[in-house]
């Protein structure tokens, strides 16, 4: 099934897993309860595809991807500012950028609940083909692979926002509801667990036929699990697992830089894993209408055309080597001018104008994920353009990172992002800060800064930051429904 179209039927597939039944409110006390399980509902190999969508879903939910991990990743790190419309504009983005956020920010609250409904689908979609006789043993395979990917997709996720978390990888029973949050290393080690099992049992990218790109692939689990021994600082494992990802060559970089974010390069060359989007001509908004609001959302509030968040800094700005076209590519300076000589070119301008403009911060707005006006949808808050989760370039990154841990050739995979835009090597000579600075160059503006600088102890750099401050609080709706759950100190 097309991840384009999969997305369709999500909704509905949805209220299959869950077992939604209509029933009479007048005599249902009487009525002999049904016990439909998973199990019994999966009847041929089309059910459990049908049920697939549900999984993959909440990746896409404004909860996270198109909201949380860009003003996370983005806006509380040094990149970027929160914009907007002034300070009350997005008033919890506001908090979270200065280290204010609270348990009883909604935004945490909805980000733990999108990623376990994502983790409690997966769960019940294994539950309901493994082992099951009426399925095939091919996808039985396939399924839980994709499922195992997801649901490590997901707990990395809550991971990487609030530390410890309480695992769940089956579907609870009443008395394990209460249960407590998980050390580290236990949810470190059930992601692992999980993105080694789904590498076993999903396919190469190269073996997918066109209608099934965007699902988890054998290198989407294996670069996921890369990044987990990097955040946990496993330098040899993550060296080794970049270097089989590179030697795979299932993956190239995208030869023009500026390309790498275009709907024509969705689920592309240098694409590991996409968030799939599609523009459907439809009213709705947000989720329901099955695309994406980052494209509104960041765009210049010049003349009420976008929302203008996520304004990107001066020091970022400034990180740019000179020559270094990466940075045009990511950052849009006040009278550039986008897709010159089309039928949308569009002169775009960014600084503070009392009429126009008068929620300018910086001077800069976003470039990344920009498409011209005739792309946008039938709205303006309808992008179709995929999210790049994770990338290519990030591999040799990874490589790089580790070997400057461990003292191998780092300058090998840097120079192979470098030469991609025509710089030269790194000027510098010191290999964490020349990963650090590669890092920052090459993915300004994906949502990775936060993340990077408090994995590799420089939260200083961000002002108000606390080592205290490195996971966010546990929302207090989760605390009163289990009280079990230890709060973060922030």
């Given at each position: 099934?097309?991840?384009?179209?999969?997305?369709?039927?999500?909704?509905?597939?949805?209220?299959?897993?869950?077992?939604?039944?209509?029933?009479?409110?007048?005599?249902?006390?009487?009525?002999?309860?049904?016990?439909?399980?998973?199990?019994?509902?999966?009847?041929?190999?089309?059910?459990?595809?049908?049920?697939?969508?549900?999984?993959?879903?909440?990746?896409?939910?404004?909860?996270?991807?198109?909201?949380?991990?860009?003003?996370?990743?983005?806006?509380?790190?040094?990149?970027?500012?929160?914009?907007?419309?002034?300070?009350n504009d997005q008033p919890e983005m506001y908090d979270l950028e200065?280290?204010?956020?609270?348990?009883?920010?909604?935004?945490?609250?909805?980000?733990?609940?999108?990623?376990?409904?994502?983790?409690?689908?997966?769960?019940?979609?294994?539950?309901?083909?493994?082992?099951?006789?009426?399925?095939?043993?091919?996808?039985?395979?396939?399924?839980?692979?994709?499922?195992?990917?997801?649901?490590?997709?997901?707990?990395?996720?809550?991971?990487?926002?609030?530390?410890?978390?309480?695992?769940?990888?089956?579907?609870?029973?009443?008395?394990?509801?209460?249960?407590?949050?998980?050390?580290?290393?236990?949810?470190?080690?059930?992601?692992?667990?999980?993105?080694?099992?789904?590498?076993?049992?999903?396919?190469?990218?190269?073996?997918?036929?066109?209608?099934?790109?965007?699902?988890?692939?054998?290198?989407?689990?294996?670069?996921?699990?890369?990044?987990?021994?990097?955040?946990?600082?496993?330098?040899?494992?993550?060296?080794?697992?970049?270097?089989?990802?590179?030697?795979?060559?299932?993956?190239?970089?995208?030869?023009?830089?500026?390309?790498?974010?275009?709907?024509?390069?969705?689920?592309?060359?240098?694409?590991?894993?996409?968030?799939?989007?599609?523009?459907?001509?439809?009213?709705?908004?947000?989720?329901?209408?099955?695309?994406?609001?980052?494209?509104?959302?960041?765009?210049?509030?010049?003349?009420?055309?976008?929302?203008?968040?996520?304004?990107?800094?001066?020091?970022?700005?400034?990180?740019?080597?000179?020559?270094?076209?990466?940075?045009?590519?990511?950052?849009?300076?006040?009278?550039?001018?986008?897709?010159?000589?089309?039928?949308?070119?569009?002169?775009?301008?960014?600084?503070?104008?009392?009429?126009?403009?008068?929620?300018?911060?910086?001077?800069?707005?976003?470039?990344?994920?920009?498409?011209?006006?005739?792309?946008?949808?039938?709205?303006?808050?309808?992008?179709?353009?995929?999210?790049?989760?994770?990338?290519?370039?990030?591999?040799?990154?990874?490589?790089?990172?580790?070997?400057?841990?461990?003292?191998?050739?780092?300058?090998?995979?840097?120079?192979?992002?470098?030469?991609?835009?025509?710089?030269?090597?790194?000027?510098?000579?010191?290999?964490?800060?020349?990963?650090?600075?590669?890092?920052?160059?090459?993915?300004?503006?994906?949502?990775?800064?936060?993340?990077?600088?408090?994995?590799?102890?420089?939260?200083?750099?961000?002002?108000?930051?606390?080592?205290?401050?490195?996971?966010?609080?546990?929302?207090?709706?989760?605390?009163?429904?289990?009280?079990?759950?230890?709060?973060?100190p922030y």
């Open positions: 099934m097309s991840m384009k179209k999969i997305f369709i039927y999500s909704a509905i597939g949805v209220l299959a897993m869950f077992g939604l039944q209509a029933c009479n409110p007048d005599d249902f006390l009487d009525t002999t309860s049904h016990n439909i399980t998973d199990a019994s509902f999966i009847s041929n190999d089309s059910t459990a595809m049908y049920l697939l969508p549900g999984v993959y879903s909440p990746i896409g939910w404004m909860g996270y991807s198109q909201y949380l991990e860009w003003a996370i990743g983005d806006v509380v790190s040094d990149d970027a500012v929160k914009g907007g419309g002034g300070d200065h280290f204010q956020a609270t348990d009883a920010t909604t935004s945490l609250n909805t980000v733990w609940d999108n990623m376990y409904v994502g983790i409690n689908r997966a769960n019940r979609l294994i539950e309901g083909v493994d082992g099951n006789s009426k399925v095939s043993s091919a996808l039985q395979k396939r399924l839980i692979a994709e499922c195992k990917f997801l649901r490590a997709y997901y707990n990395f996720n809550l991971v990487k926002v609030f530390g410890r978390i309480p695992l769940v990888d089956h579907i609870l029973k009443p008395s394990e509801y209460f249960n407590p949050r998980n050390t580290m290393d236990e949810c470190w080690a059930a992601i692992e667990s999980d993105l080694k099992a789904a590498m076993e049992g999903l396919p190469l990218k190269s073996e997918m036929p066109s209608s099934d790109l965007g699902r988890a692939t054998w290198g989407s689990a294996a670069a996921l699990l890369t990044k987990a021994y990097i955040f946990e600082e496993k330098w040899a494992e993550a060296n080794d697992l970049a270097t089989e990802i590179i030697a795979s060559k299932e993956y190239r970089l995208q030869p023009n830089y500026g390309d790498l974010f275009l709907i024509s390069t969705d689920n592309g060359m240098e694409s590991i894993f996409d968030i799939q989007k599609k523009a459907f001509v439809t009213t709705l908004w947000g989720d329901d209408a099955q695309a994406s609001t980052l494209e509104v959302y960041q765009r210049t509030r010049w003349d009420n055309l976008g929302w203008g968040f996520d304004q990107p800094t001066q020091d970022l700005y400034d990180e740019f080597e000179e020559g270094d076209i990466r940075r045009k590519w990511t950052i849009i300076s006040d009278g550039d001018t986008l897709w010159k000589g089309t039928a949308d070119e569009e002169i775009v301008y960014t600084r503070w104008d009392a009429v126009h403009n008068p929620d300018a911060v910086t001077g800069y707005n976003k470039r990344k994920g920009t498409i011209p006006a005739s792309q946008r949808g039938t709205r303006d808050d309808q992008s179709p353009l995929n999210i790049r989760e994770i990338r290519y370039a990030e591999v040799f990154l990874w490589q790089a990172e580790a070997r400057a841990h461990t003292g191998g050739d780092w300058q090998s995979p840097i120079d192979s992002v470098r030469y991609r835009v025509g710089m030269g090597h790194s000027p510098y000579v010191n290999g964490l800060t020349a990963v650090y600075h590669e890092r920052r160059v090459e993915l300004g503006m994906e949502s990775q800064r936060y993340w990077d600088l408090v994995r590799t102890g420089r939260g200083n750099l961000m002002t108000g930051y606390t080592d205290d401050k490195r996971y966010l609080p546990i929302p207090l709706a989760q605390i009163q429904l289990n009280p079990n759950l230890e709060k973060n």
